[in-house]
């Protein structure tokens, strides 16, 4: 459940275990954070928190150069609560926050308001004005403020740390694949079906034309991909994300053929979540090539989901 905190006044939660960050993605290095919370959650008799920032903090410091979020809000607090954490608190990022030495902030924010008694953290943490303090300062302001601080060393890929920043760089190449590596589950985007222009259905392939709530998606291609419409378990799928080079081209869009399906899905939420990239869109001589394309397209997808779904 998602608790904005409007103010810095006691939540009264009782004792927490506190982490905090921006957690976007859920990725496999926040995973191992929430998975000490929960534990330390447990040894002390208190409850996981977690807590987050809203707008994403560079989005106030830097808005030249902040990045596209990989999930949002609501995502963010369901996979966290797959995790073990029910509750996420969220934190407006406004100057004034920013403004907030690494003491204020441990003492308003941490200790103040959420009343934290155990707080964990990656050890490459900054907080505070101007990123000033880091694991080792709050141990020390915890020992004065009174809660006791864990840090967590970086879950690596690859020899490198798990970031949002490398899973973006592979889902802007297409690999989705090393993108769910990092992430410990598949990359996904939820959205409302949509009206388009039909053209699917008029060559034997109708497609759901889904209008993403993400903002960031993968590269345009072609992929090997689940649908899930609403609660309803997920069904194997292709989507085309691109802008349809053969029909004269346009704004992108995401739209997908469910396998061995034929239903309505105009107006439906639905999740498509991402598996394999099968090739980059391109253009064809006409809709008949198109059409032997759409049918490898999907004997390949087949092959792809056969154990994955």
Not at 65 to 73: E, G, S
């Amino acid at each position: 459940m998602i608790f904005r905190l409007e103010s810095l006044g006691p939540v009264g939660w009782g004792p927490l275990a506190v982490s905090l960050g921006n957690f976007d993605g859920v990725h496999r290095g926040h995973a191992r954070l929430v998975e000490e919370t929960v534990r330390e959650a447990r040894a002390t008799g208190g409850a996981p928190v977690v807590l987050t920032f809203d707008p994403h903090p560079a989005r106030v410091l830097h808005p030249e150069r902040a990045p596209a979020t990989l999930v949002t809000l609501e995502q963010k607090a369901e996979l966290l609560a797959g995790l073990g954490v029910d509750r996420l608190a969220v934190l407006p990022f406004t100057p004034a926050l920013a403004a907030l030495d690494a003491e204020a902030f441990a003492r308003e924010v941490l200790r103040g308001c959420l009343g934290a008694a155990v707080v964990v953290v990656g050890s490459n943490f900054r907080f505070g004005r101007g990123r000033a303090g880091d694991a080792v300062v709050l141990t020390t302001l915890g020992s004065a403020l009174g809660f006791r601080v864990h840090s967590v060393d970086a879950v690596q890929h690859e020899g490198a740390p798990i970031s949002s920043t490398r899973i973006r760089a592979a889902l802007a190449g297409g690999d989705v694949a090393e993108a769910a590596r990092m992430l410990g589950h598949r990359f996904f985007v939820d959205g409302a079906v949509v009206a388009g222009d039909g053209r699917g259905r008029t060559i034997g392939v109708p497609t759901a034309n889904v209008e993403p709530r993400n903002e960031t998606l993968p590269a345009p291609g072609v992929y090997a991909c689940s649908l899930a419409i609403g609660e309803e378990p997920p069904r194997a799928a292709v989507a085309n994300l691109g802008r349809r080079p053969t029909f004269g081209a346009g704004p992108s869009r995401l739209e997908v053929h469910v396998l061995d399906f034929d239903r309505d899905l105009y107006g439906s939420d639905v999740r498509v979540a991402f598996v394999a990239r099968l090739r980059d869109e391109k253009r064809f001589a006409g809709p008949e090539e198109l059409v032997r394309q759409i049918a490898d397209d999907v004997a390949r997808a087949r092959q792809v989901l056969a154990d994955a779904i």
